[in-house]
């Protein structure tokens, strides 16, 4: 039988996207796989321990490491409750046909694009120098939560949204009050979503290089910090800088950090996904 | 002679300029069945959730007239609308059991409401016995309540409403999305419910309206047509208009 034109152009279609997704996957294991050549021989226990030091050898990422989760932790503890607050205010309470809640949704959506230099150069006239919080952890890590406000918003948002409307009736006509059709209904029901947004935001977060340039991660520190307002360094900020030197050596070691720094994406990304599986038990079975 | 729990007096409700229900009078008696018929539009829907307040959430909407509860007023600005609507439980159209296990859909209610409750565990027995579904139930209690089939899920619709102990259900168009088998299983419930509660149901099946209900409202285009005992609606009307609804000559 001859196949008509539309069954061609159906397989076409598929073969075409199937080529496409193998094709970024192609580069992707290229990438990881050079990474890895590259750094494994400096990848141990000792690189883990060590603190950095100008001989490539004996230089280690703890400080960067810890530096990274520092600033993970703390820019998530800003960045969670502020933006899941405003997604439940602007969805649940704000009158939804208000010009001015409509012009705020639609920057927050514009601010979630913007280029986060920007944020960087905000962060360093408002934290590093108005507020007097100087070239700290807090510093950084509110400068990153502004980044990653809007993303988490929106993401929220969404999430809320999608939450049918006949479980917020239900609930009220059992005589709940809108905070208890809020915390008990609508957020469990939308945290799956919520949950997606964070992971994403916690992402950038520690991939993050440019802002934090700014407000000052050093690329040497010699001392891991002990509390927020002491100077750090990051994994990437860390990565650059090895990246930057002329010596073979230091580039490895840069691909070794980059090892590290997928590591620690990988771990957090994978909690994450853990709590959002939990709450999806009820979704649909 | 059963008293009056619910009482409207020249109820309209408007949407904008529409006028949904037009100059409604009527009475809900204590402990029995109430159905509302009547084509669809004729405002049988808005005029249900105007007995417990649910139409607060529709934009734009306006209610002219008395309802009273218990021989309150329960539009006057000092009244709670929530402590309503913990009294006057509801049945949707379409099921809606919350995101949670089928123990958790029960319990909510009572415990967001402070309701003083010796063991959950009883509560959760007991309502779901009282809606004939503790036998398909009681071996998952703490799995979801999205893996019900639909006629399951109205039924713990109906037990969550239960568990609150509400002096009175109001029912919209509860089995119009079930299957003839579900359906008839729910009017069975409705009637056994009748002897402990105050149930107003509507729908638009005639036949069912004839099955559960001791007393009959029939609207069209927003007014009450006839009210009157559900027999003598459909053996005997004094309107026209019931007449030819019921005998299916339009609707």
């Not at chain 1, 990565?239 to 590290?260: C, K, M, Q």
Request: glycine letters at 6%; one cysteine or more.
């Amino acid at each position: 039988m001859k196949s008509s034109k539309r069954q061609i152009m159906n397989s076409a279609f598929a073969i075409s996207c199937k080529a496409v997704t193998w094709m970024s996957l192609v580069i992707l294991a290229v990438l990881l796989f050079h990474i890895f050549k590259q750094g494994y021989e400096f990848l141990s226990f000792d690189f883990l321990q060590n603190l950095p030091s100008r001989k490539a050898h004996k230089a280690g990422i703890k400080t960067a490491l810890v530096g990274t989760l520092w600033v993970v932790s703390l820019t998530a503890c800003f960045a969670i409750p502020f933006g899941v607050a405003t997604a439940i205010y602007l969805q649940e309470y704000a009158n939804k046909k208000s010009l001015f809640i409509r012009f705020i949704k639609i920057n927050i959506a514009n601010l979630a694009g913007m280029p986060s230099i920007i944020y960087g150069l905000l962060g360093l006239t408002l934290f590093v120098r108005y507020f007097g919080f100087d070239r700290s952890i807090l510093a950084g890590s509110l400068t990153l939560a502004l980044l990653v406000l809007p993303v988490i918003i929106i993401t929220s948002i969404e999430a809320i949204k999608a939450v049918p409307g006949s479980i917020r009736y239900a609930a009220f006509a059992m005589g709940a009050r809108r905070y208890q059709v809020v915390l008990g209904q609508v957020l469990p029901a939308a945290l799956p979503g919520i949950m997606t947004g964070i992971i994403l935001s916690i992402s950038r977060v520690i991939g993050e290089t440019a802002p934090l340039l700014i407000v000052g991660a050093m690329s040497y520190v010699a001392f891991l910090p002990e509390n927020a307002m002491d100077m750090f360094t990051v994994l990437p900020v860390q990565i650059y800088n090895w990246a930057g030197r002329p010596s073979e050596d230091f580039h490895s070691l840069a691909a070794a950090g980059i090892i590290v720094l997928l590591g620690v994406l990988f771990s957090m990304n994978f909690i994450a996904v853990i709590i959002r599986k939990k709450f999806q038990r009820y979704k649909s079975e | 002679m059963n008293k009056n729990i619910i009482e409207l007096k020249k109820v309209s409700i408007f949407y904008g300029e529409n006028r949904a229900v037009n100059n409604v009078s009527m009475h809900v008696q204590e402990k029995k069945v109430t159905a509302v018929i009547g084509p669809s539009g004729c405002g049988k829907s808005t005029l249900l959730r105007s007995l417990n307040r649910m139409n607060d959430f529709v934009d734009g909407l306006r209610i002219e007239g008395d309802v009273l509860y218990h021989n309150k007023n329960i539009y006057r600005k000092s009244v709670d609308a929530a402590l309503i609507r913990s009294q006057i439980g509801m049945v949707f159209q379409k099921p809606n059991p919350f995101p949670k296990s089928i123990y958790k859909n029960i319990t909510w209610g009572p415990k967001i409401n402070n309701h003083k409750i010796s063991s959950y565990d009883e509560l959760v027995e007991e309502s779901l016995k009282k809606a004939a579904l503790w036998e398909e139930v009681k071996d998952r209690l703490h799995e979801s309540a999205l893996a019900l089939s639909g006629g399951q899920q109205q039924r713990l619709c109906i037990a969550r409403a239960i568990a609150m102990s509400p002096d009175v259900i109001l029912m919209d168009e509860p089995c119009s999305a079930l299957d003839p088998k579900s359906t008839l299983r729910v009017e069975e419930l409705i009637k056994e419910l009748s002897e402990n509660y105050t149930i107003v149901i509507v729908t638009h099946n005639m036949q069912q309206a004839a099955r559960v209900s001791d007393k009959t409202a029939f609207f069209y285009e927003g007014e009450l047509i006839e009210y009157d005992i559900t027999d003598k609606i459909f053996t005997n009307p004094k309107n026209k208009q019931t007449e030819d609804y019921i005998t299916g000559r339009f609707g």
